[in-house]
């Protein structure tokens, strides 16, 4: 694909993964790729192995999104049609030294396996080749305060910071702390800037520490 690209979606394809028969894994090693390149996950679809469904969910998120990736049904046997529903005529294949076989391209659509194994060594692939149009900024907060209890400190922090995103995140069981808060954005200085913010704001003796 030519251009950087901002924003992505995955179709994750297979009776299996519906079923319950097989766990889901390659969307957590994706979604890590992309943001480590830049490139914002927005859209994630689970089908079954149904060659019209397939096509017409292919060709909707081609049309709204930079770059689709999608997972399973390129094996071969009888419920392998992912190849035949994105339609690869005149697809690009694309080799590198991480994968054994090439990588089918069609546009701005990645063909990946759904063995988990295979589909981390393609993400190799993926790193070398997709380019995002810009770097993600984290920055982490952990507090022994309850999430309702933060939720007007909070509310300030987002209203007074809305280039940043920020997450919470309670946690019942770990004696570290119950809540994380997160602090994303492309812009180092305005990430910063809102997790000092927030930490300032805390009461004090709660600890101001990053994990």
């Not at 299996?16 to 830049?38: F, P």
């Amino acid at each position: 694909m030519e251009g950087a690209a901002r924003t992505a979606a995955a179709l994750l394809i297979g009776n299996e993964l519906l079923s319950g028969k097989v766990h889901e894994s390659n969307l957590v090693e994706l979604a890590r790729t992309l943001r480590s390149l830049g490139v914002a996950l927005r859209r994630v679809v689970m089908l079954p192995d149904e060659m019209d469904a397939i096509a017409a969910e292919v060709r909707a998120l081609s049309d709204t999104h930079d770059v689709v990736f999608t997972s399973g049904g390129v094996g071969p046997t009888h419920d392998d049609i992912t190849l035949e529903a994105v339609a690869p005529e005149g697809a690009e294949l694309v080799s590198h030294a991480e994968a054994r076989w090439p990588t089918v391209v069609m546009k701005n659509v990645w063909v990946l396996p759904g063995v988990p194994e295979a589909f981390r060594m393609k993400l190799g692939v993926v790193r070398a080749k997709v380019r995002g149009a810009s770097r993600f900024v984290t920055r982490e907060v952990i507090t022994k305060m309850d999430e309702p209890d933060l939720k007007p400190l909070l509310d300030r922090i987002v209203a007074a910071h809305p280039d940043v995103e920020i997450g919470s995140y309670p946690k019942w069981f770990d004696p570290r702390y119950k809540t994380k808060v997160t602090f994303d954005g492309t812009d180092e200085q305005k990430v910063v800037a809102a997790r000092e913010d927030f930490v300032a704001q805390l009461p004090e003796g709660e600890p101001q520490t990053d994990l």
